[in-house]
């Protein structure tokens, strides 16, 4: 599997190399014709024509130089799988934790790796003290908009984008209840777009949320969110699909999801793509070859209708999570699964092969 990957990437380069070295002009070709040695410094990154990202723990890249090393070989874009949540940022009004979020943005700086924010507004991740706050309307405004211009204008010009607001609608199309919706009314999905873009006016904004590739009317509330925030003028620039997904999911069903995505006509970003391939939840299996190809496939197919999109709508392809023994997944359904294209020792699975496929 490796040294078919090798080959790819090795295909790749020489063929740039070679129409570098056929302009005449040209002294030196601009990658150089890498060695078999070397091809281990070359990732995703280098042969996608669009950013390949994937959420990161903080601790991981800080203490496993495995991992730091696979994430800066591969990707050009990462999200904070937890530490930019409000729940790890606002520890009470006006107070602050930055360390973690502050030393993601370090790495990625220091790395030419672009940060994607995540995320302003969940109802999943409100602290306690907002919580138990209570206020008028207007001064819930002032709570959520002190967060967001104090996040967000951190990290202006560092931080390209954010996911503004995740999840706010269910499976059957509503809107999904939470402590925003109580206290501001249906006014709180708007607001928390004009606050982001007060903060940082070149930040791409986006609306993220799962279920595209399961739902059609899910597919459809969201679009028609995204259709309402736009008819208000409000700023969305883009469209997240997190797309947790299993290998029974057809291909239909993702290719779908993807292409309605971009009616929208906004940038796409498939920002937490993993595939889960243990749905029985049996506590016994195990990584099969079967399994790895059911997956590899799946792999491919999105990656493909995503390369399919225009170009300029395509902001990127990131999974959740670098490799498979950090995956939130076996936590989540609690059952063994390996959802990531990196294996435990950070080798690239079957499913990377499938990626570079779908990038053909
Ligand atoms: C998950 C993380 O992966 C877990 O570590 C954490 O315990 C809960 O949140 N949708 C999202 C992500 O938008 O923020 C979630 O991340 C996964 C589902």
């Known amino acids: 599997m490796k040294n078919h990957t090798h080959s790819f990437l090795l295909i790749c380069l ?5 129409i570098n070295l056929s302009c ?19 990732g995703l990154r280098d042969v996608s024509p669009f950013p390949f990202g994937a959420a990161v723990n903080i601790s991981s890249l800080k203490n496993n130089t495995k991992y730091s090393e696979t994430v800066s070989r591969e990707f050009n874009s990462i999200t904070a799988e937890n530490s930019m949540k409000m729940k790890a940022i606002s520890q009470g009004r006006g107070n602050y934790f930055w360390d973690d979020a502050d030393y993601l943005v370090g790495y ?3 790395n030419k790796i672009r940060v994607h924010g995540h995320a302003l507004i969940w109802y999943k991740s409100t602290p306690a003290w907002i919580e138990s706050f209570s206020g008028t309307k207007d001064e819930w405004k002032a709570v959520m908009r002190e967060y967001i211009l104090a996040v967000v204008g951190r990290y202006k010009g560092k931080i390209e984008s954010w996911d ?3 999840e706010a609608i269910l499976d059957d199309g509503t809107l999904r209840d939470c402590i925003w919706l109580q206290k501001i009314g249906t006014e ?3 607001i928390c777009f004009q606050y982001a873009h007060e903060a940082d006016p070149d930040a791409i904004l986006f609306y993220n949320d799962y279920g595209h590739e399961y739902s059609s009317v899910k597919r459809k509330a969201i679009n028609n969110l995204i259709a309402g925030l736009k008819s208000r003028n409000v700023p969305v620039h883009g469209i997240g699909l997190q797309m947790h997904t299993n290998i029974n999911n057809s291909n239909a069903n993702i290719q779908t ?3 309605t995505a971009a009616t929208t006509g906004l940038k796409v970003h498939i920002s937490e793509f993993d595939i889960r391939t243990n749905t029985s939840t049996n506590q016994i299996l195990t990584y099969s070859s079967t399994i790895a190809a059911a997956q590899k496939e799946k792999y491919q197919v999105a990656v493909k209708a995503f390369f399919d999109l225009p170009a300029s709508q395509r902001y990127g392809f990131s999974f959740w999570g670098v490799y498979d023994a950090q995956s939130w997944i076996p936590g989540e359904y609690g ?9 435990k020792d950070f080798k690239r699975k079957v499913a990377y092969d499938g990626i570079l496929a779908g990038l053909k």
């Not at 020489?14 to 070679?18: A, F």
């Not at 890498?34 to 410094?41: K, R, Y």
């Not at 059952?335 to 294996?343: E, G, H, K, M, V």
Request: proline share 16%; aromatic share 6%; charged share 20%.
């Open 164 to 166: 503004v607001l995740n």
């Open 24 to 42: 005449k002009d040209e002294v030196e070709p601009l990658i150089p014709i890498p060695t078999p040695a070397n091809t281990d410094t070359i």
């Open 14 to 18: 020489l063929t740039i190399s070679v």
């Open 335 to 343: 059952a063994p699964d390996w959802p990531l294209p990196f294996d």
């Open 188 to 190: 709180y999905m708007d």
């Open 257 to 259: 999801a993807i292409q």
């Open 108 to 110: 990625a700086i220091a």
